[in-house]
């Protein structure tokens, strides 16, 4: 049961990345998946998340209009769109699941700490 992540490279300001997050060994339409930022020596933060149990998706004031969550069921990954990328997007990017048992987070859908699964990040690198 893992989460892989890829994507992240090193772009200048106003690109473009689309970050992905692929489930092995389980199928998680039954999960809030989240993608959370950290920068060394700073706090996390969260980005974005999707309970795709429902569809709901959440972002943070500081990606919302620039940066889209969405899934390919078939494949098993959720995606991170970043458009419009500035010097302080710059982090370590990693997804998280939580599994719902059947309920729905909503929109309220990061995973709770600790995650059931954590991937282990993928650095996006935003250059001025």
């Known amino acids: 049961v893992q989460l892989v992540e890829s994507g992240g490279g090193l772009v200048q300001a106003g690109g473009s990345l689309r970050l992905s997050c692929t489930a092995s060994?389980?199928?998680?339409?039954?999960?809030?998946i989240g993608w959370i930022r950290q920068v060394p020596g700073k706090g996390r933060e969260g980005v974005s998340c999707?309970?795709?149990?429902?569809?709901?998706?959440y972002s943070a004031d500081s990606v919302k209009g620039r940066f889209t969550i969405s899934t390919d069921n078939a494949k098993n990954t959720v995606y991170l769109q970043m458009n419009s990328l500035k010097p302080e997007d710059t982090a370590v990017y990693y997804c998280?699941?939580?599994?719902?048992?059947?309920?729905?987070?909503?929109?309220?859908?990061?995973?709770?700490?600790?995650?059931?699964?954590r991937g282990q990040g993928t650095q996006v690198t935003v250059s001025s």
């Open positions: 998280a699941a939580e599994r719902l048992y059947g309920g729905s987070y909503g929109t309220d859908c990061f995973p709770r700490e600790p995650a059931d699964v």
């Open positions: 060994g389980f199928t998680f339409d039954d999960y809030a």
């Open positions: 999707i309970d795709v149990s429902d569809g709901a998706t």
